[in-house]
């Protein structure tokens, strides 16, 4: 696939390729298309609104996620990216961005936020981002977006673990062009992200 270019699965390759990806004091380089996709936000929690407060951490399971360059895996174990393109904001961000904008749209805690926020939090939902890539399944088909996302909701006060649950949303690209990959995580992340919060919104209950 002309589309893509080799991605090495080492650890000090995938720093490397991370801070290249940032080279420049953040600006895009000759030549990138930046995609920063409009993630549709459709939360909806019907019940009785939450009196406490919410903040919400992000971590990654590998460093190659914590990237701006849009992973695809072509087949079985190869992990590439796609050349020429790269994410405005990291999936970690991506992510954040869009279960606290279901969290605040859904109205059930009475405030939500990220970490220094200044919130004095009654719970912490922590997010580790398992998978956010463009996946082959079938040689020779369309991409999958896949977004794989485990997050567990904790009490503050006492540190206990109240909930954990993956949330996983695989959506079909239209063709194998990065702007329908990008439009197909759009969509997969405004499933997860409305899972996400309405999970919560009942953890918290």
């Not at 190869?78 to 606290?100: D, H």
């Amino acid at each position: 696939m002309k589309q893509v270019q080799a991605l090495a699965l080492a650890l000090s390759a995938a720093v490397a390729l991370s801070g290249c990806a940032l080279m420049g004091g953040g600006k895009k380089p000759s030549g990138m298309t930046q995609y920063s996709p409009r993630i549709p936000i459709t939360a909806t929690v019907s019940g009785a609104r939450l009196n406490g407060q919410l903040i919400v951490d992000t971590s990654y399971t590998t460093p190659v996620l914590d990237n701006l360059r849009i992973a695809v895996r072509p087949r079985g174990n190869e992990l590439e990216v796609y050349k020429a393109s790269r994410w405005a904001n990291t999936p970690g961000e991506m992510v954040t961005t869009a279960v606290i904008q279901s969290l605040e749209q859904a109205q059930a805690f009475r405030a939500v936020g990220r970490s220094g926020a200044g919130l004095n939090p009654d719970y912490r939902l922590s997010l580790e981002i398992r998978n956010f890539e463009s996946i082959y399944d079938v040689a020779g088909g369309l991409p999958t977006a896949t977004v794989v996302v485990v997050a567990k909701l904790v009490r503050s006060g006492d540190e206990k673990q109240v909930l954990s649950r993956e949330f996983t949303a695989a959506v079909p690209a239209e063709s194998a062009e990065v702007p329908a990959v990008v439009e197909g995580f759009a969509q997969a992340l405004s499933r997860v992200s409305a899972d996400i919060a309405g999970w919560a919104v009942g953890g918290g209950r």
